[in-house]
């Protein structure tokens, strides 16, 4: 039986979890419960791959640096702003089964909760800096971070009412905006591990483009998980993307293979605005050819990610990196540490 990521990290899991009630704490007073929940509630799939990829470009089994652990807190840090501020965009009721922060505390105070989570990830930043170096790590997480709204804020700037217009262009578009709003994210993290432990250029650029191929399908497979899972297992707004009228690539999909005039486009249109038109526009989504079109799109990139780790010797970290990636394209939680890898 493989070990599981508990074993494997299981002092940098310690660490990890110390320094962010840490962080936390540095903020009582200003969080309520909910907040700390969310953390808790977590996968820690940001912090946990960046940790594996420092393991994995270590040229020693050493314990890592407390610059990597800190590293990796800020970066869940800045995950969670920007959940938040996501949930004050979409209006979202939920988030990892509980209550919004915008729906419990109102969007004034959702936005500054997460403008305060951002900030507290720029100082646990700033505290891992030891040489020159690790500066251009600070400064390639800002521009993660950048990407992110950037990338927000396309999503934004979508029209469905144009959708027939040019739908490759659409797909292109889609594809801009997961890079950025969800990939780089993912990208520096690998990316971080692998240059807070100093690893080789050749190693550094293969955990680079991990995370990015990574981030990109993982997206993809959550657009698909938004029409399959049920607000109890995803803890979110079942059909968000459709309520919300964002263009994911299984809508994209299906309307290319949909007449004009279709539930699902008078859906995004509001043409037909109920509950039983909402249903007919899902049906459409989920029992269109393309429904499977978009899910082998998200397997080939998973897989492509998955290949930019040959260039390393086998161990337990680069097997707990691709046991991951394997899970989030077979419709399992993406990281469960209590979950064989």
Do not use: W
């Not at 309520?32 to 953390?39: A, G, R, S, V």
């Not at 020693?60 to 702003?81: C, F, G, Q, R, Y």
């Not at 990338?151 to 029209?159: A, K, N, P, S």
């Not at 959708?163 to 690998?190: H, P, Q, V, W």
């Amino acid at each position: 039986m493989n070990p599981t990521i508990d074993t494997i990290l299981h002092d940098e899991l310690a660490r990890y979890d110390f320094k962010l009630d840490q962080a936390i704490e540095e903020q009582e007073g200003y969080l309520t419960d909910l907040e700390k929940k969310m953390y808790k509630k977590g996968k820690r799939l940001r912090p946990i791959m960046l940790l594996l990829s420092a393991k994995l470009s270590q040229r020693e089994d050493l314990p890592l640096d407390d610059k990597v652990i800190l590293s990796a807190v800020s970066l869940e840090m800045l995950h969670v702003a920007s959940l938040i501020h996501d949930d004050i965009i979409d209006c979202a009721p939920t988030r990892r089964g509980y209550p919004s922060i915008k729906e419990a505390r109102g969007s004034n105070m959702a936005v500054l909760i997460g403008d305060l989570q951002f900030l507290q990830a720029m100082r646990g930043l700033l505290k891992s800096v030891v040489v020159q170096e690790d500066i251009s790590i600070i400064e390639k997480i800002l521009k993660a971070g950048y990407e992110i709204c950037i990338g927000e804020i396309d999503e934004l700037r979508v029209d469905p009412a144009k959708a027939y217009d040019d739908l490759i262009e659409m797909e292109c578009s889609y594809m801009n905006i997961i890079d950025r709003k969800t990939a780089a994210l993912f990208g520096i993290s690998c990316e971080a591990g692998a240059a807070l432990a100093n690893s080789k250029s050749v190693h550094l650029a293969a955990l680079s483009l991990f995370g990015r191929y990574f981030g990109q399908s993982y997206q993809i497979m959550d657009d698909i998980n938004d029409f399959l899972k049920s607000s109890d297992n995803s803890g979110k707004q079942q059909h968000i993307d459709l309520v919300q009228k964002k263009l994911s690539l299984p809508i994209i999909n299906a309307l290319r293979e949909l007449p004009p005039n279709n539930a699902l486009y008078n859906y995004l249109t509001d043409q037909a605005t109920s509950d039983t038109a909402l249903q007919e526009a899902v049906d459409a989504v989920v029992t269109s050819e393309s429904f499977i079109k978009t899910y082998n799109k998200a397997r080939e990139i998973m897989l492509n990610a998955i290949h930019q780790l040959s260039v390393f010797s086998d161990s337990p970290y680069k097997s707990a990196l691709e046991s991951i990636a394997f899970e989030v394209i077979n419709g399992k939680k993406a990281v469960e540490t209590t979950t064989t890898i």
